[in-house]
C-alpha cells in the first residue's frame, strides 16, 4: 500500500482507496511503464497465436472465400499440354475452375505427383497403348467444352499439378488446331 497526495486537497492518502477521505476526490492509480509494456507485448504474442489459427478455421467452415492458388490464361498448341505444378504445405480443400475460351476441347486432369510422373511417361511413349493416369476425378474433366468448376475436395500434403491436355492423350482430339484456355485453382 502506498501513499500518494490527493489531487484536490494536497493531503496524503492511501493509493487503494478510490476516493479520498478528506475531500471525496477520485483517486488514481498509476499505471507504470512496465506493465503497459509487458500488457502490450503479451496482447501481440496472443494475437499473433490467435488470428491464423481464427482464420484456419473460418476458411476450414467456409466462412472466408477461398485463397486463389494460381490463376492463369495459355494458349496450348495442337498436341501439346500445359502443365502447372504447386506444393501443398497443409492439407486443403481445392477446387479448380477451367474455360476453354477457344479452339477445340480440352481434356483437365489434376494429378498428384507420382500420378503425374506416369502422365508424364506415357505421352512420350511412341508405340503402344498408354496407360491412362490415375487423376483426381472430381478435380478433372475429360472433354471440356466450355466451362468447368469444381466442387471442393480435400487433399493432403503433398506436390500436385493442373494439367489441361490439347493432345490425342485423353478422350478428345485437338484436329491440328490450338486451344485457349484460363484456369484458377483455389484453396480453402
Known sequence: MAMVTCKECGKRVS?????CKYCGAKIKKKTSIGRII????????????????IINTMRGQGLLSPAEVASDT???PAE??????????RPSKLSVEVEKLSGPNVDVYFLTDSAYKT?????????GTPVKAPFQSTLSKEGLAGKFESNPKQLGKGRYHLIIDNSSYGPTSPGGA??????TILAQ
Open 15 to 19: 493509493n487503494s482507496k478510490k476516493a
Open 38 to 53: 509487458a500488457t502490450t507485448f503479451a496482447f501481440l504474442v496472443f494475437m499473433g497465436f490467435m488470428v491464423p489459427l
Open 74 to 76: 495459355q494458349s496450348i
Open 80 to 89: 501439346k499440354f500445359y502443365y502447372f505444378s504447386f506444393d501443398l504445405r
Open 119 to 127: 502422365f508424364e511417361q506415357n505421352t512420350r511413349m511412341i508405340r
Open 178 to 183: 490450338s486451344a485457349r484456355v484460363s484456369y
